[in-house]
């Protein structure tokens, strides 16, 4: 009987980096090769990174991706490894542009082999919802691409392609396949849970295929891709899974279709949703500010939940040293503020400085005349000007420390609180902050570590302090409450029926539905944060800021 390692590379590409990915890519066959495998598959794009957008539209950057494929290939048989089949995903110029098409480019799966491209497969379906655009960008495929290996024969397709009926993936049986090696760059998403592994599942036993699925890992822009790369037999049954939210090789030795099994031993099951949650943020940070250049970030620290779960994420994706607090206390921030801050620092052993705000609010208030809300907001654009100014003179990265529910109604200062350029928490609800701080706490309390969050921020009332004895919840309902609203408003897109069916007051929906509305300009300015629900302030969610519907 045949009997082939495959390594699943899941690995961290950086989009327009093909020089760098190539060498992540060789590397990774390099260390397979050392382990016995003779076949490797990588994530769908990993020589470009993905998402490309319209990188897909500039015909130097698909001639230098092909270029890539290609020395990819000469560079592994002059290293020894031309024996060793390598299927790696990329962008290639279509060979068949339609006329009229605004696309020129396809989502492609090569195998090389020899020093050669041996096959080469398009992707077939193309995902034109959520967060992606690739019917704007890529020309379909329409066939199945199929080869023998060692006694048993591949077929290779690429994530969307088994999300939805019909194409090249109905023709795996028919095929003969014995392993079906799936490309993905599958984003992750607190609700997925283990809907791709139910998905694999259903396409080895209907199509009676052993399925292979390797996903990416890493931050791009607002998307996580958090691996969790898996196999099944052609029974449905999971042999191996990848690590989560970091870079990882998995070998498997196959037999045939029904007998797999795992070089070595791997968990089978994800951890829980709130340690899934917490790694997608920090891994979102430390990747784009790694990728984008930055040493360090600046936030200003308040005291309050928001910027002390911001710090600890901080920290926990960079390290304290590179991580850096401002307090910037105005004459109605309370003795608790500074003090919580301050302890904030010193739990997670980060910088912190004081830059009272007090004389540059007055000047500005005695020129301008400013009072009421425009004075409350001028102490919000003062400390937005000094995290700016410090960011300019230090060189750090900006964090601004909104979450959703603030987004979603509007009750951040454009140009204040809201300055930054990146928002790590920009996709989490206000409970679940609370939620994910208690969990983090947690955590460092199992492990003999010091609590990183002060357990007064998380108790305490919330409070933006722009005026005297203020609380967020003297405009706006209790969180617990407004959360679930705005999840049924926004994450399920419910009418005001079933929402006044789910017990919620007419007179509240009304109110919230015109807060969201009129928030959209701020919101499309904002800073962009990682993506964690299905329904994120991003590309995924497009309403016209100029818009007179109201929902009745």
């Not at 390598?86 to 962008?91: K, S």
């Not at 079906?180 to 998905?199: A, C, H, Q, W, Y």
């Not at 910088?351 to 000047?363: C, F, G, K």
Request: aromatic share 6%; with cysteine.
């Amino acid at each position: 009987m045949p009997n082939v390692r495959l390594a699943m590379a899941q690995t961290n590409p950086i989009v327009g980096d093909i020089s760098g990915n190539l060498q992540l890519c060789f590397e990774a066959v390099e260390s397979a090769a050392r382990q016995g495998a003779n076949i490797v598959a990588f994530g769908e794009m990993s020589l470009t990174g993905y998402s490309i957008e319209d990188l897909a539209l500039d015909s130097s950057f698909l001639a230098q991706s092909e270029q890539a494929v290609d020395a990819l290939a000469k560079r592994l048989l002059d290293a020894g490894h031309g024996q060793i089949a390598v299927v790696v995903g990329h962008a290639a110029k279509s060979k068949n542009t339609p006329i009229g098409s605004w696309a020129i480019a396809q989502n492609c799966a090569s195998v090389c082999m020899n020093g050669r491209v041996t096959g080469r497969y398009a992707k077939h379906h193309l995902p034109n919802y959520s967060v992606f655009d690739e019917y704007r960008n890529f020309i379909p495929g329409n066939e199945l691409l199929s080869f023998e290996h060692l006694g048993l024969r591949f077929s290779t397709v690429i994530c969307e392609d088994i999300w939805q009926s019909g194409g090249p993936v109905s023709e795996i049986k028919a095929a003969n396949t014995d392993v079906t090696l799936v490309l993905n760059g599958s984003p992750f998403e607190i609700d997925k849970g283990d809907r791709r592994l139910d998905l694999i599942v259903d396409l080895a036993k209907t199509q009676n295929t052993a399925v292979a699925y390797i996903n990416l890992v890493g931050g791009q822009d607002d998307l996580v891709f958090d691996g969790d790369s898996l196999i099944v037999d052609a029974n449905g049954a999971l042999v191996a899974r990848a690590k989560q939210f970091e870079a990882d090789l998995v070998f498997i030795d196959i037999e045939s279709k029904n007998s797999l099994s795992a070089l070595h031993d791997h968990p089978l099951k994800k951890k829980d949703n709130d340690w899934q949650i917490w790694n997608a943020l920090v891994l979102g940070l430390r990747d784009y500010v790694g990728k984008n250049g930055f040493s360090s970030v600046i936030l200003g620290l308040s005291g309050g939940i928001d910027s002390a779960v911001c710090a600890s994420i901080a920290v926990d994706a960079l390290g304290s040293d590179r991580v850096f607090g401002v307090a910037m206390p105005s004459r109605y921030s309370s003795a608790h503020s500074l003090s919580d801050a301050a302890d904030s620092a010193k739990r997670l052993a980060m910088q912190i400085r004081t830059e009272p705000i007090d004389s540059m609010v007055s000047a500005f208030e005695q020129q301008l005349g400013f009072d009421g809300l425009s004075a409350e907001n001028l102490q919000a654009r003062v400390r937005g000007v000094i995290l700016m100014g410090l960011s300019n003179s230090e060189g750090h990265l900006v964090l601004t420390t909104g979450n959703k529910t603030e987004l979603a109604v509007g009750y951040s200062t454009i140009y204040g609180d809201s300055v930054g350029g990146f928002a790590p928490i920009k996709d989490v609800e206000k409970t679940l902050v609370w939620q994910l701080a208690r969990w983090r706490n947690q955590l460092a309390e199992s492990l003999g570590e010091a609590l990183p969050i002060p357990e007064n921020s998380i108790s305490k009332p919330p409070s933006a302090e722009l005026r005297p004895d203020q609380l967020d919840q003297d405009s706006l309902p209790e969180y617990d409450v407004l959360d679930a609203l705005l999840d049924l408003m926004i994450e399920q897109r419910s009418s005001t029926e079933q929402m006044l069916a789910a017990g919620f007051d007419a007179a509240l929906i009304e109110k919230i539905s015109t807060l969201v509305a009129r928030a959209e300009w701020k919101r499309r300015q904002g800073a962009i944060g990682p993506k964690i629900t299905a329904m994120s302030f991003g590309r995924e969610r497009r309403h016209p800021i100029t818009s007179k519907f109201k929902r009745i």
